[in-house]
């Protein structure tokens, strides 16, 4: 009984999980996309918020010129699909993954410029904002990195458990049988 | 029958007359005198206390720190320091190209707004330099020279051989003589609540207007050089800081443009 209800909570806070960081990466890909001050929400309008977020991308000087287009391009829409995949819960382990690896890149960049001593804003929501600082690296690395590694290890644990379930239901119908 | 005095005695005696006008103008002379001692005496003892005297009077013209015309779409405010290896990275390899081909082409309008910062010695003086330069409409050459030059002046702080490669020796003769009276430290970036000519003084003629581009870039919350401000037909669209390569940066550009 007390099994079933820390399974309960455990599943309830795995959801709660999922939706905060699913905000997070909408939230992120929204400030990137949106319009910049007094353009309306147009294809051309995505376009010039997207080129501005290419040289956010390009002002890191990690990549080749070559690659930040593409990249900046890329990220956002990835962002919108990562969100919705955590939103669905399918493929969790997978998806869970790919959110703590894109947050490990991110801090990576971070920590990369503010070591350089790069005063650059960070673009994680778009432009604007203080240069990259001790805030950006702390909010990265104890908030968001956690939370996601939370969720990876909590659908490890959920699938570990669903296929023992399903593995001892087997057992037991070829038991009857 | 007449009770009235008669004047004509006097004027009939030549010798009391000449005393009452010599008695008028000696008197006349002595208040002048005494005035123009009262007068002349604080304003003596105020230049002997404001030493060194102030040369400032130099009148020079405004500084033209722009690139094209102002009616371009695109507008950008650059503030930028001529001792910041990112400014020079920054000016070589994507402002030049953008000078040569946007502004050229009348689509876009460079403000340039000097934004010293206080780590580097002589990014002050370099701005100086600039300024002088810019007062003679050779702001173009002289900003040119600086970056082209940056790791030779900034060794020891001596930038008038550089600037003066870069212009006519007649318009150097003109920059040279602005800068003759800037000696004092020059304006620099601290924190918005201090004057940035607190330290300079007044001699130098260009201060002001480097102390007026530090404002600006105060308001704009500018923390790091380089930083751009783009406009789109007059409205504040964009600020963003540091490195951005050419290519990167036109296609921001002609996204702009194709709205």
Redesign the interface.
Known sequence: MEQTSRQRTGRILLIVGRIVLAGIFLAAAIGKLKP????PWTV??V??S???F???V??F?ILP?WA??PLAHFLPFFEIVLAIWLLSGVGLRISSLLSTLAICVFIYAMFSAWHRG????CGCFG??G??IGLWDLTRDAVLFLPLSLAILIGSILVSRKKHAESTATVGAQHTVA | MNSEPDFRKDAVNPIGHRGWKRMLYGAAALAFFAVATLHAAPQASHVAHKAPPTKAAISISDPVKTYGTKGAPITLELFTDYECP?CRSFYENTLRSLINDYVAAGKVYIIHHDYPLSMHPYSGQAARWADAAATVGEFGAAEGALYDNQNKWTANGNIAPFIAQAMPHSDFEKVAAIMKDCTTAAPQVTTSNVDPLAKSGHSCPVDPFIAKDIEIGYKYNV??TPTYIVY?NG???????????W???R??L???L??
Do not use: C, R
Request: cysteine-free.
């Open positions: 910049l001050a007094g353009m051309a309008s376009k010039t997207l080129a501005m290419a040289m956010g390009d002002s000087q010129a930040v287009s790069l005063a650059i804003n432009q604007g203080a240069p | 990112i923390n790091a789109h409205q504040k669209i964009a600020q963003g800081s540091s490195y951005v390569s290519p990167i940066f296609q921001f002609d996204s702009i194709s709205q």
